[in-house]
């Protein structure tokens, strides 16, 4: 008699431990009381600590140099669409040059399109043959490239992954970007997310080591659509619990998700007209944007923001506390455009100078401003002056005694008053060739 009890609770223990694990992999809500593992959250940080990346739109839409919309902006058939990877042969790609490039921006990680809305895998799938290997002339896997030499390099390496899907059949029903492209009027779902969908990603997550995470995109096409998203969510953490998982749905961030991502605006701005004004205090931030105006390789954009315009949007992204997501497209022939080129080297060369006043930094005390943003880092605060030609810059009231106040760029004081009303910097005048003058504030803690 005296055994039943202790045998009853343990047999209970037994099964509630089964169905825990029978039930947690893919339990629709098993990421809606996400707890992200120590691993992730050291990930989150590591992040936040890059702060500058580089996107990369490159797919076999490169080769009409007509952006990564080509297929639906000239509503093309699948039929139609399927001709292209035919000549797509990218001979001039070279990982190496890649990661070279993004290092030599002062870039820390890599976002690149593991497939875009055309469903074209730019690597080596067995779940479809609708991938670069199986219906290029050039029949590698480029990001199995990307991948060794990123971990060579010591860059993160992200893949961006289309949930929204023009080529596949079982992207059914379609989305608000549907046109008619030849798809029967039928298709399976779950088959779609749960097989296609999970089943890419589990190549993703299992073939090219360890990566920083997925970055997902589309979602806003199905918005009431079922995506699965606890599921999809709880296999990556499970392949490979580092991985940040990145979503670019424009909404406030679900259980499961690791940074909060806005496009082409900063945090909290919805110039753009789709991004959420909601800022999360709690997640890692980025913001992602072009260096001219187009994602993908787009014959006809010459509209390149200056190396002036970058740094500045580097140092307004920073200071919002965010990353600044870069994008290039390269050419299909896997060549990167020189106009991109000496513009990423001219944002590394500030970035060797200034670097100390945004890598591992924080958003600072101030909140941004017309004149600038500060950002923050142990006891030094940066203020960067970006646009002020007054002799005199008033701010208002900084937490803890300011010890000294210096130039970033020589180590030369500045004047500087702190009362309780505020702080008074008598920064140098700009000089011409300046983007932005860096103030080191040190104080005491
Ligand atoms: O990959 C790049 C773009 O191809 C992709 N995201 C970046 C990173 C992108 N596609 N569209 N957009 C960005 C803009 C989004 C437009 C939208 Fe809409 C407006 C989404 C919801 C409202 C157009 C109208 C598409 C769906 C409804």
Not at 26 to 39: H, I, K, L, V
Not at 95 to 107: C, E, P, Q, V, Y
Not at 272 to 278: C, E, Q
Not at 399 to 404: L, N, W, Y
């Amino acid at each position: 008699m005296k055994s039943t009890r202790p045998f009853n609770i343990s047999k209970a223990l037994i099964i509630l431990t089964v169905a825990l694990f029978i039930l947690l992999p893919g339990n629709a809500s098993a990421q809606t009381d996400y707890q992200p593992s120590p691993e992730n959250l050291q990930a989150r940080r590591e992040f936040q600590d890059m702060k500058f990346g580089m996107f990369i739109h490159w797919g076999a839409y490169s080769v009409l140099g007509d952006g990564e919309w080509v297929f639906h902006n000239r509503k093309l058939t699948v039929e139609e669409y399927n001709r292209l990877p035919l000549f797509f042969d990218p001979e001039k790609f070279d990982a190496h040059t890649w990661a070279s490039l993004a290092k030599a921006a002062g870039m820390k990680y890599i976002t690149i399109t593991s497939r875009h809305h055309d469903g074209f895998a730019m690597f080596d799938s067995k779940v479809s043959d609708w991938n670069i290997v199986a219906r290029t002339p050039y029949k590698k896997d480029p990001l199995k490239m990307l991948a060794d030499e990123c971990h060579r390099q010591g860059i993160k390496l992200f893949f961006y992954y289309s949930q929204l899907d023009w080529h596949n059949p079982d992207y059914y029903p379609r989305g608000a970007t549907n046109w008619p492209n030849g798809r029967p009027d039928h298709g399976d779902w779950n088959a779609y997310l749960d097989t296609y969908m999970d089943g890419q990603l589990t190549e993703l997550l299992t073939n090219y080591g360890p990566i920083g995470g997925i970055w997902f995109d589309g979602m806003w096409d199905k918005p009431d659509a079922d995506w699965h998203l606890a599921k999809t969510y709880a296999l990556i953490h499970q392949l490979q619990p580092a991985a940040l998982i990145i979503p670019n749905h424009h909404q406030t961030p679900r259980p499961g998700e690791d940074v909060q991502t806005f496009e082409r605006d900063l945090p909290g701005q919805n110039t753009a007209g789709f991004n959420t004004k909601y800022v999360s205090a709690r997640l890692p931030l980025e913001s992602c944007d072009t260096l001219n105006d187009n994602w993908g390789f787009n014959i006809g954009d010459s509209n390149y923001k200056s190396p002036a315009e970058l740094v500045r949007r580097l140092v307004r992204t920073a200071g919002a506390n965010s990353n600044l997501l870069l994008n290039i497209g390269p050419y299909p022939n896997g060549e990167i455009d020189p106009e991109f080129v000496t513009r990423l080297h001219a944002v590394g060369d500030w970035l060797s100078k200034y670097g100390d006043s945004i890598y591992g930094t924080r958003g600072g005390p101030l909140a941004p401003a017309n004149w600038g943003v500060t950002t923050q880092k142990e006891n030094k605060i940066y203020i960067h002056v970006l646009d002020w030609n007054a002799p005199l810059l008033a701010l208002p009231p900084i937490e803890g005694k300011i010890m000294s106040a210096q130039l970033l760029i020589d180590g030369s004081k500045i004047d500087v008053t702190q009362t309780i009303d505020g702080v008074v910097l008598k920064p140098p005048a700009p000089k011409a060739e300046e983007v932005d003058r860096v103030v080191v504030l040190t104080v005491a803690k």
